[in-house]
T-cell receptor, first 113, second 112 residues
Framework: NAGVTQTPKFQVLKTGQSMTLQCAQD?????MYWYRQDPGMGLRLIYY???????DKGEVPNGYNVSRLNKREFSLRLESAAPSQTSVYFC????????????FGPGTRLLVL | DQQVKQNSPSLSVQEGRISILNCDYT??????FLWYKKYPAEGPTFLIS?????DKNEDGRFTVFLNKSAKHLSLHIVPSQPGDSAVYFC???????????FGTGTRLKVLA
């Protein structure tokens, strides 16, 4: 079992370029999340999906879109990248239980020049 | 406005001694608390959790204490080992929104 996988591991973009971060899980979990981690800021929730076909905004959704393609996959899209989106992005999954543990992928390090 | 605060960015402890990591929160709607551990270039991994109806949960060398009146939780690691050196995040679940809010992390260094 791979758990939670993220691609790419590292990406450099120029301001204004677009890209999609991919996340896939083989844990059969209902919930999926996208977080960003910045120095001194901890992890902040960008978007989440409680189940296939549903998505909701988190703390910092501006500049991002998401797609819950199926139960396994949850992608994060940057339509027009900005230097402020330079960060490490983590995908996570959860059982969808009331008190759930989240399982994180290894992260995607994004640099926007 | 940070709802979950980890006021110590770093902590150094001698191997074999106790490590105490602290976390404070402001939102009384938080009902479930977790600690995650993160090594460099990896995603956070779950360590231990506690429900708001309890004041203590223990798992091996790790114990989490919750003081609801003070809105404070702490993670105790006894005895500390060099492999415990990592960044520790506390997280809290908002029972109204079901979202998890993370603290900024504390970097623990266990000295051999």
């Amino acid at each position: 079992n791979a758990g939670v996988t993220q691609t790419p591991k590292f990406q450099v973009l120029k301001t204004g370029q677009s890209m999609t971060l991919q996340c896939a899980q083989d844990m059969n979990h209902n919930s999926m999340y996208w977080y960003r981690q910045d120095p001194g800021m901890g992890l902040r929730l960008i978007y989440y999906s409680a189940s296939e076909g549903t998505t909701d905004k988190g703390e910092v959704p501006n500049g991002y879109n998401v797609s819950r393609l199926n139960k396994r996959e949850f992608s994060l899209r940057l339509e027009s990248a900005a230097p402020s989106q330079t960060s490490v992005y983590f995908c996570a999954t959860g059982q969808g239980a009331i008190q759930e543990t989240q399982y994180f992928g290894p992260g995607t390090r994004l640099l926007v020049l | 406005d940070q709802q979950v605060k980890q006021n110590s960015p770093s902590l150094s402890v001698q191997e074999g001694r106790i490590s105490i990591l602290n976390c404070d929160y402001t939102n009384s709607m938080f009902d479930y608390f977790l600690w995650y551990k993160k090594y460099p270039a990896e995603g956070p991994t779950f360590l231990i959790s506690i429900s708001s109806i309890k004041d203590k949960n223990e798992d091996g060398r790790f114990t989490v204490f919750l003081n609801k009146s003070a809105k404070h939780l702490s993670l105790h690691i006894v005895p500390s080992q060099p492999g415990d050196s990592a960044v520790y995040f506390c997280a809290a679940r908002d029972s109204g929104t079901y979202k998890y809010i993370f603290g900024t992390g504390t970097r623990l260094k266990v000295l051999a």
